[in-house]
C-alpha cells in the first residue's frame, strides 16, 4: 500500500446515529460516492448505505468548496463584497448581485431608475434561461442522454456573449450595483436580445422533441426521487423542485421586486414530484422567461440606469472634470466606501433554484458587521436522504441532477 | 405592520415575553433562549408559519452579554408572511436547544451555526461540523477569528515557504 495510506476508512463511531443497524452489524455495505464524481455537480461526497444495488440511506457531506464568502465579505467594503457574490452560486451571478443589491437597497432606502429596473428583470430571466440550460445539458448527460448537453451550451453561449457584451465578462459580472447598474447597455444589446427570443422557441421545442416522450428518458425519470408537497415544506424545499410537487410558489410572484408585478406570466407547476415533474417544470420556466423578456425589451424605457443618491452611487465620469462635489463623492466612495444605517434586513429573490436571501447586518459602518447568504442549493441538498431512500444507486444520480445542486452555492 | 402580525406580535409578547422591533417593514420579535423551541411550535402551530426559511448567527464580539444572536427567518405559505426570530445569548460558550424537532430543515442550519460560530443546539440529532474539516480548530466566523492569509508563492521564497507547511504525511 504504502503511498496509499493517506485515505482512510469511513470511520463508521462517528456515523453510527445516522446509519440504519444494520450497518453496524456488516449487512449492508457503505460506499462513498464522491468528492470527485463527475455526476455530482461539484464537489459533493455522498456516503451511501446500500443493500445490494438500493439505497438505504444517504448521508450528503459538503463543504469540499467552502471559501469562507461571508468572511471574506465582512472584511470588505460594501461595495467591494459584492465581487464575492459572484462566486456563490456560479450559475446565477447576476441573481447574486441583484440579491445583495437589493438588501443594500433597502437598508439605504436607496432608488432605483425605472430603466434599471427593466434591464435587470431582462437580465435575470437571460440568466435564469442560461442556468436552466446547463442543468438541462448536465442532468441528460448524467441520464446519458449526450447531444440535448451539445445543445445546451451552443444556447448558453448567445446568453454568456450578452452577458460579456454589457459587463465584459462571461460569468463574474457584477453588473448590478446598489443603486441601479454598473452602466448602460451598449447599443447591441436590443439587436441581440431580439435575436435569442427569435431563435429560443424553436430550441426549446427541439430540446422537448429530444426528452419529454423519450422512452429511456421517462423511464429514468418517472416515479424517481419523489417528495410529497408537505415535506417540501418539511424541509424548507423551494424552487422547481417545490413547484414539481404541486405547490404554486414563486418569489416573482407573492413578493415581487424589481418591477416583477407588471409582467404577465405563469408559474409552471406539476404534481408528479419526480425528476420529470422538476424537468417538465424547469423546460416551462425556460418559455415563461421568454415571455417576461419579450414585455420587457417592449417597453424598455429610456433614462439613468443609475440612481442620482450621490451618498451611495459615484458620480459619472464625465462629471469629475467640472465639479469639485464629484470629485469629492468618487474619492469618499471608492476610498472608505459608503455607510448604511443601523439595522437588518432579510430579502430574498427567486433564483433558478429556489429562494435566494440575503440576511445583511449594519452597525453603521461601512463594512457589512454581517451578511449572511441564505442559498437555495444548502436547503434541496439536505433532503437528499429522503428523496434516495429505496432507489438505486444510478438513479442518485439523477435525483443529484434533479435538484439542481451548485456547490458553490451550497458550501459558500 | 398588518393586524394579523399584530395579532402574532401580541401573542409572543404576552406568552413569551417577545420584545418587538420594528425596521423597514420587518418585524423581529426577540425571545430569551428557553423560550426559543415553544415559540417556534406556536409559530408552525397556531399562526401558520409553517417553513424555516434561514437561521443564522450574528457575533457581537467584543461585548459579552449577550455576545450572540441568533436569527431564524420564519415564512407563512398559506399567508405570505414573514416573521423574524431573534434570540440573544451570552458567553463563549453558549447553549441553545434545538428547533429541528420543529423545524427538521433547521437541522443543516443549526450545524452550520456551530461550525462557523460555536453555539451548541442541545438535542441536535448530528451536531457535527458541516462545512469546515472535522478537526478544525475554531469558528470562523466568530469576529475575534483572524480573517487570516496564506503568503504567497514566488521562485524567491517558495523554498522557504515549503519548509515552514505541514506536510499530510507527517
Known amino acids: 500500500m504504502g503511498e496509499f495510506e493517506a485515505v482512510h476508512d469511513v470511520n463508521i463511531e462517528e456515523l453510527k446515529h445516522l446509519v440504519s443497524e444494520r450497518a453496524l452489524r456488516g449487512e449492508t455495505m457503505l460506499l462513498n460516492m464522491g468528492p470527485q464524481h463527475p455526476s455530482t455537480h461539484g464537489v459533493l461526497r455522498l456516503l451511501l448505505e446500500l443493500d445490494g444495488e438500493i439505497v438505504v440511506t444517504c448521508i450528503p457531506d459538503i463543504g469540499f468548496l467552502h471559501t469562507g464568502v461571508e468572511k471574506n465579505m465582512e472584511a470588505k467594503t460594501y461595495q467591494k463584497a459584492e465581487v464575492m457574490t459572484d462566486r456563490l452560486d456560479y450559475l446565477n451571478p447576476m441573481g447574486n448581485n441583484l440579491t445583495y443589491c437589493l438588501a443594500i437597497e433597502k437598508l439605504a432606502e436607496l432608488d432605483v431608475p425605472e430603466r434599471a429596473q427593466v434591464l435587470r428583470v431582462i437580465l435575470l430571466e437571460l440568466q435564469r434561461i442560461s442556468s436552466h440550460l446547463l442543468w438541462l445539458g448536465t442532468s441528460a448527460l448524467d441520464l446519458a442522454a449526450m447531444s440535448v448537453f ?43 436580445v431580439r435575436d435569442f427570443l427569435a431563435i429560443m422557441p424553436k430550441r426549446v421545442d427541439e430540446y422537448e422533441g429530444m426528452l419529454t416522450t423519450n422512452k429511456l428518458f421517462l423511464e429514468r425519470t418517472v416515479g424517481i426521487g419523489k417528495v410529497c408537497a408537505e415535506d417540501c415544506i418539511r424541509y424548507g424545499l423551494t424552487g422547481p423542485v417545490m413547484r414539481a410537487s404541486g405547490i404554486a410558489h414563486d418569489l416573482r410572484k407573492v413578493r415581487p421586486y424589481s418591477g416583477y408585478e ?41 433614462g439613468p440606469v443609475r440612481s442620482n443618491n450621490r451618498k451611495y452611487v459615484p458620480p459619472p465620469r464625465s462629471e469629475l472634470g467640472t465639479s469639485m462635489e464629484a470629485v469629492i463623492h ?39 458587521w454581517r451578511i449572511h447568504m441564505n442559498t437555495p442549493s444548502f436547503a434541496n441538498l439536505q433532503a437528499m436522504p429522503l428523496l434516495t431512500k429505496g432507489h438505486f444507486v444510478a438513479d442518485v444520480v439523477g435525483i443529484i441532477g434533479s435538484i439542481d445542486i451548485v456547490l458553490g452555492d451550497c458550501d459558500r | 405592520m398588518d393586524d394579523e402580525t399584530r395579532v402574532v406580535v401580541n401573542a409572543f409578547q404576552e406568552r413569551f415575553g417577545a420584545e418587538l422591533v420594528e425596521f423597514r417593514g420587518e418585524v423581529t420579535l426577540v425571545l430569551p433562549p428557553q423560550q426559543i423551541v415553544a415559540a417556534a411550535l406556536a409559530a408552525r402551530d397556531e399562526y401558520g408559519y409553517n417553513m424555516l426559511m434561514d437561521a443564522t448567527a450574528v457575533d457581537y464580539w467584543p461585548a459579552q452579554a449577550p455576545r450572540f444572536h441568533l436569527v431564524y427567518q420564519l415564512y407563512g405559505l398559506g399567508h405570505n408572511r414573514l416573521l423574524r426570530l431573534r434570540v440573544p445569548v451570552g458567553g463563549n460558550a453558549p447553549v441553545v436547544p434545538t428547533i429541528v424537532p420543529v423545524y427538521p430543515n433547521a437541522n443543516w442550519k443549526e450545524r452550520e451555526i456551530w461550525d462557523m460560530f460555536g453555539i451548541r443546539f442541545e438535542g441536535h440529532p448530528d451536531l457535527r461540523r458541516i462545512l469546515m474539516p472535522e478537526d478544525w480548530q475554531g469558528h470562523p466566523l466568530r469576529k475575534d477569528y483572524p480573517l487570516g492569509y496564506e503568503e504567497p508563492q514566488f521562485s524567491f521564497n517558495h523554498e522557504q515557504i515549503l519548509s515552514t507547511k505541514l506536510h499530510p504525511k507527517e
Not at chain 1, 409582467?263 to 424547469?282: A, E, H, K, M, Q
Open chain 1, 150 to 192: 451539445l445543445y445546451g451550451m451552443r444556447e448558453r453561449e448567445i446568453i454568456l456573449d450578452i452577458f460579456e457584451m454589457v459587463s465584459g465578462a462571461r460569468m463574474m459580472t457584477t453588473y448590478i450595483r446598489p443603486g441601479g447598474l454598473w452602466r448602460d447597455v451598449p447599443v447591441e444589446f436590443e439587436d441581440a
Open chain 1, 262 to 302: 407588471q409582467y404577465d406570466f405563469n408559474i409552471p407547476t406539476r404534481t408528479g414530484c419526480d425528476i420529470n415533474s422538476r424537468y417538465l417544470v424547469r423546460v416551462q420556466e425556460i418559455r415563461e422567461s421568454l415571455k417576461i423578456i419579450e414585455q420587457a425589451m417592449n417597453h424598455l424605457p429610456y
Open chain 1, 330 to 368: 468618487h474619492f469618499k466612495l471608492w476610498t472608505e466606501g459608503f455607510t448604511l444605517p443601523r439595522g437588518a434586513v432579510y430579502v430574498a429573490t427567486e433564483s433558478p433554484r429556489g429562494e435566494l436571501g440575503a440576511y445583511l447586518e449594519s452597525d453603521g459602518g461601512p463594512k457589512p
